[in-house]
């Protein structure tokens, strides 16, 4: 057999997304996850483009070679485009080899080693009391690990907070805006630093000592702000805290690592395992935060992954709404079968996305599972998602109260 065709979809059913599908002689098909949120139709061009023409013909079984071909081939390695592109076909072949083995993924990635995947939910609030509403509503929902962001009294609109919520409505937190410009957030890391600790010491208050909880600091901290954070919630007995620092300069975890021991999770903006090489060979960080979609695929994850094991890292894969169902499904083929899963992000998609991508995937009791339908175990409808144009959408800018543009 062969690829006879690889389509590239591009649809917006409340928020964009770029999908590689791929075809075989025998019509097999797979799908793969090449969005990249605020960036998509470059991650599009780069596969319509550059990666389509060289994939019909191709011997579809030949996952591994066909990733080193994109990989070592292009000779421009590594980065977002390049690697979110590379995923998407990583995913479509595994998907297309799985459907023709009769097989759920996780069967081929050694079968399951859990019954299902723990995920955590974002509550949010710009109050405290709005902030207790989100985090009842999650776990009513069966949510079993909560995500904990608040807004910072003095600052506006800030990370992970939602606006514009009403009971009942969709419960989570879309920062690309469908505008012309980027919006612009306002920051004072000295203000997020004083308020923060106040914060988990009323959830814990609240809530009680066993829930999971988690925080995400969105890369805005030096390595001694990180380090003054981790100390300062060591009482509140956190999950983990995410992406403290920036890390393109690995070296500045040593520093927070050696000041506190919050557990520390990194990597959602890392494409490859040498981002994270410092990081696994000195036990800096506790978790992988990379996603399928921007880290090279099923292929490179697991081994990635693997390369962690040994040194008693987990996964705790990025899955946001900008990951599309499809790669929301393969990090669940992939949680239920590595041993050193930690936890899955899960942010429901809306119900238009639902319509465009069918899942099998399920929630239950606080697990996400693959589900037994053979490949990945989502279909795209062609139809619906037609009805959905693109629409250019940024993530937001961030500038410190002095006006100077800081990291969102
Ligand atoms: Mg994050």
Redesign the pocket.
Known sequence: MAIASAEVLVTSPGRNFVTLRLTTEDGVTGLGDATLNGRELAAASYLRDHVAPLLTGRDEARIEDTWQYLYRGAYWRRGPVTMAAIAAVDMALWDIKAKTAGMPLYQLLGGRSRRGCLAYGHASGSSIDTLFASIREHLEAGYQAIRVQTGVPGLGQVYGVATDQKPGERYDYEPARRQALPAQESWDTRAYLRHVPTVFEAVRAEFGPEIPLLH?G?HRMTPNEAATLGKSLEPYDLFWL??CTPAENQEALRRVRAQTTTPLAIG?VFNSVFDYQTLITEQLIDYV?SAVTHAGGITALRKLLDFAAIYQIKSGF?GPTDISPVGQAAHLHLGVALHNFGIQEYMKHSADTLEVFRTSYTFTDGLLDPGETPGLGVEYDDDAAGSFAYEPAYLPVNRRLDGTVHDW
Do not use: A, F, N, P
Request: net charge negative; no cysteine; hydrophobic share 0%.
């Open positions: 995400d969105h995410e992406d959602e935060r990025h």
